[in-house]
Antibody, heavy 121, light 109 residues
Framework: QVQLQQWGAGLLKPSETLSLTCEVYGGSFTGYFWSWIRQSPEKGLEWIGEINHSGSTKYNPSLKSRVTILEDGPRKQFSLKLRSLTAADTAVYYC???????????????WGPGTVVTVSS | EVVLTQSPGTLSLSPGERATLSCRASQSVTSNYLAWYQQKPGQAPRLLIYGATDRAIGIPARFSGSGSGTDFTLTISRLEPEDSAVYYCQQYGGSPPWTFGQGTKVEIK
């Protein structure tokens, strides 16, 4: 059974950089897209961006200037960096399998447990 | 960007009743790549339906999806107490950004 485990700092100050990592357990890393999604009361669920096993990325235009997603295939990990944080970036951040928009099963079928990220001075 | 609007905001029904949730897109969803998720408090969303009509693995048959183009529906045929949750639609066809609706809360009386 495929599971995602994620980790990273949860309390950050304005202007700092958020760094999160997600690892795939019990399944293949290749052949899929891997996404980061966040959820806040103000904006609801918001797709941040995606990466595939060959490192090809796509980002949400609303965040593109501040986001980098990287992959480490041998370790079956992918990571998120979000720069220049403000209070508006406070949210629960999820990693998920899915994206790409090519196949019907490109929906987000596996989710990590989520990381609560608070941006406050 | 495709904007998804869900209705109603809240649905309050009794066990055994039928729930009908609506999701309307601001433009046609490419290839009908529309998914539905269930989210309970403190948990990540769970995929119920993908490709507008196909149930994900392990999802009970009382959950069904229908629709195409800009209008989609999630139906829960006979509500169980454990179906109390927030339900989201999401489109993932064509080009990103992939977008979500604002959610419908289903309450079981």
């Amino acid at each position: 059974q495929v599971q995602l485990q994620q980790w990273g700092a949860g309390l950050l100050k304005p202007s700092e950089t958020l760094s999160l990592t997600c690892e795939v357990y019990g399944g293949s890393f290749t052949g899929y897209f891997w996404s980061w999604i966040r959820q806040s009361p103000e904006k609801g669920l918001e797709w941040i961006g995606e990466i595939n096993h060959s490192g090809s990325t796509k980002y949400n235009p609303s965040l593109k200037s501040r986001v980098t997603i990287l992959e480490d295939g041998p370790r079956k990990q992918f990571s998120l960096k979000l720069r220049s944080l403000t209070a508006a970036d406070t949210a629960v951040y999820y990693c998920a399998r899915g994206g790409g928009g090519v196949w019907p099963l490109d929906a987000f079928d596996i989710w990590g447990p989520g990381t609560v990220v608070t941006v406050s001075s | 960007e495709v904007v998804l609007t869900q209705s109603p905001g809240t649905l309050s029904l009794s066990p055994g009743e039928r729930a009908t949730l609506s999701c309307r897109a601001s433009q046609s969803v490419t290839s009908n790549y529309l998914a539905w998720y269930q989210q309970k408090p403190g948990q990540a969303p769970r995929l119920l339906i993908y490709g507008a009509t196909d149930r994900a693995i392990g999802i009970p048959a009382r959950f069904s999806g229908s629709g195409s183009g800009t209008d989609f529906t999630l139906t829960i045929s006979r509500l169980e107490p454990e179906d109390s949750a927030v339900y989201y639609c999401q489109q993932y066809g064509g080009s990103p950004p992939w977008t979500f609706g604002q959610g419908t809360k289903v309450e079981i009386k």
